[in-house]
Nanobody, 126 residues
Framework: QVQLVESGGALVQAGDSLTLSCAAS????????MSWFRQAPGKEREFVAA????????YYANSVQGRFIISRDNAKNTVALRMNSLKPEDTAVYYC???????????????????WGQGTQVTVSS
């Protein structure tokens, strides 16, 4: 079992940058595909980005492509999400999630993830 704890959420202004971190413990982190999801009030949880075990592949939602960067450090059991050029529509609770499956077919489906953090709030003011 992998436990995940997010940090780094904040209130920022549009155009700012922010980095979220997710610390993992337990399990075999280096064999876990890691992703970030977000959920805005009244909306469903949506996929943001994912990174494979060895960081050889990354995936992004169209809405964040070119602005967000996902990375991981298997030696430190951490995954990060660098968010640039933030927009008010990026406001949400951000969750890190993990699973052992490397299948890209279900990357964007929350139900296919086994491990979840408690979330960290990101608010972008205009």
């Amino acid at each position: 079992q992998v436990q995940l704890v997010e940090s780094g959420g904040a209130l920022v202004q549009a155009g700012d940058s922010l980095t979220l971190s997710c610390a993992a413990s337990g399990g075999t982190f280096s064999r876990v595909l890691m992703s970030w999801f977000r959920q805005a009030p009244g909306k469903e949880r949506e996929f943001v980005a994912a990174i494979t075990w060895t960081s050889d592949s990354t995936y992004y939602a169209n809405s964040v492509q070119g602005r967000f960067i996902i990375s991981r450090d298997n030696a430190k059991n951490t995954v990060a999400l660098r968010m640039n050029s933030l927009k008010p529509e990026d406001t949400a609770v951000y969750y890190c999630a993990g699973r052992y499956s490397m299948s890209s077919a279900t990357l964007m489906v929350p139900l296919h993830y086994q491990f979840w953090g408690q979330g960290t709030q990101v608010t972008v003011s205009s």
